[in-house]
């Protein structure tokens, strides 16, 4: 699969359609078993709070894939994102009810490059605070 949106038709400021990811227990304790990390401030609400955290949090791999999901929605292929880097801000907290949290992610295009390639910086907000900082990836077009 390869990505059909062309670097010519993509200027500086190109926003990418925007996602809102849900977030539940259910969600981390799958997480958990796929990923292998079962750090229990991910799943046990006790041991999070006697650790200072608010809550139980979402896995910080967690979020990113989450985010990046944007991009690679837009671009038609996981491949085309050839970098991809954030720096976790704040966690994403996950209360044990009907709800859970959600995940808020905007991009747009902010630099065209050399050789068809497009950096996109990622914005990802939950419960009002923004949860990635320097987000950024780097996409090959045709």
Known sequence: MA???SYAEVEVGTELPA???PVTRATLVQYAGASGDFNPIHW???FA???GLPDVIAHGMFTMAEAIRVVTDWAGDPAAVVEYGVRFTKPVVVPNDDKGAEIAVSAKVAAKL???RVRVDLTAMS???KVLGMARAVVQLV
């Open 3 to 5: 990505t059909t949106i």
């Open 19 to 21: 996602q809102t990811f």
């Open 44 to 46: 046990n609400e006790k």
């Open 49 to 51: 709070v006697e650790v």
């Open 114 to 116: 050399d050789d068809n």
């Open 127 to 129: 419960a009002g605070q």
